[in-house]
C-alpha cells in the first residue's frame, strides 16, 4: 500500500510486527468486522477487547519471547511473514504512518523505529500523504476511531487535522 516501502525492504526486517514490553501499545488494533473475517480463516488466533471501544486486539499472551525479551505478533510466520495477506489490520497497512489524537486533532506521525521510511526526505513522505494516502487514513479514523492511538511523545508529526 505505500509506494515508498517495498516487499523486500519489509521482508528483510519486520520489526513492525515485533514488540517490547515498552511498545506493546503498538499492537494493531482489529475492528470487529475484521475479526470475524481473520477467524474465519485464522481459528487459532485469539482477541482480547480493547477497553469497551468494541475493537480488539491480538492476545499476545503466549506470544512472548523470554530470551528476547519480546512479544511477537502471533499472525507473524518468522519464515514467510504476515499470515493475513488482505486482512491485514489498517494499522499494519500504513505502518510506520500512525493516526494518533492530539488535544481536539486527528495527527499523522511515522514511527523512527521503521530504518527505511524514517530516514526518507520529509518532502518525499510528504508527497506521498498528499497523494491520497492522508485522506484514506483520516477517512479510515473518522470511520473507526478505535484505531486512533493517544499522541505519543516523540513521534514526528507530519499532518494535523483539525476536528470541523
Ligand atoms: S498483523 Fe501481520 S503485519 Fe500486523 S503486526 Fe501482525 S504479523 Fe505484522
Request: charged share 30%; proline share 5%; with cysteine.
Amino acid at each position: 500500500m505505500l509506494k515508498n516501502l517495498t516487499k523486500d525492504e519489509c521482508a528483510q526486517c519486520r520489526l513492525c510486527c515485533i514488540f517490547d514490553k515498552y511498545d506493546v501499545w503498538e499492537t494493531p488494533v482489529i475492528t470487529d468486522e475484521l475479526k470475524g473475517r481473520i477467524e474465519a480463516e485464522h481459528s487459532e488466533l485469539r482477541f482480547v477487547s480493547k477497553g469497551d471501544s468494541g475493537a480488539y486486539i491480538f492476545n499476545m499472551e503466549d506470544t512472548w519471547d523470554e530470551k528476547e525479551e519480546l512479544y511477537f505478533c502471533p499472525a507473524l510466520d518468522r519464515q514467510k511473514g504476515c499470515i493475513l495477506g488482505e486482512n491485514k489490520p489498517f494499522d499494519c497497512k500504513v505502518w510506520p504512518y500512525r493516526i494518533m489524537r492530539l488535544g481536539g486533532a486527528l495527527v499523522i506521525s511515522i514511527a523512527s523505529i521503521c530504518p527505511v521510511m524514517y530516514k526518507k526526505p520529509l518532502d518525499t513522505l510528504i508527497e506521498e500523504l498528499e497523494s491520497g494516502l492522508a485522506d484514506r487514513i483520516f477517512g479510515e479514523a473518522e470511520k473507526h476511531p478505535q484505531i486512533v492511538k493517544p499522541y505519543e511523545q516523540g513521534y514526528p508529526i507530519l499532518m494535523v487535522r483539525e476536528k470541523e
